[in-house]
């Protein structure tokens, strides 16, 4: 029997906060990663990258429904914060410059010869 007083199931909303439990489950995985990178493929290994990686998907397909469902809004701010982009051109491209090299410089420990 159905409650007449049982509300409708939010979809925004149970999209929203699929993506923010996704996006909790990916930086203790990702650690985890990073702690056993040099230890043989184990069982915490494996269950970590299938985490991490199911966790990345999720969280992938739930921001682009996010999107979908909120394609009017998203349009509508942009249009209206562009103007504020030439004025914050030269903070963007600094922010940019910073992120990017910070990112790069962590990375780059990949390439190094052992």
Avoid: C
Wanted: hydrophobic letters at 55%.
């Amino acid at each position: 029997m159905s409650n007449p007083q049982q509300q409708k199931l939010n979809s925004r909303a149970l999209v929203s906060l699929t993506m923010l439990f996704s996006f909790v489950w990916l930086p203790p995985s990702g650690i985890i990663l990073h702690l056993t990178d040099r230890a043989e493929v184990s069982q915490l290994r494996h269950a970590a990258m299938a985490v991490h990686n199911f966790a990345g998907i999720i969280f992938l397909v739930a921001a682009l429904i996010h999107i979908f469902y909120n394609i009017k809004p998203i349009k509508q701010y942009v249009v209206a914060k562009a103007h504020m982009f030439s004025q914050l051109k030269r903070e963007a491209i600094i922010a940019f410059i910073i992120t990017t090299a910070l990112i790069l410089l962590f990375a780059s420990h990949a390439f190094h010869v052992h």
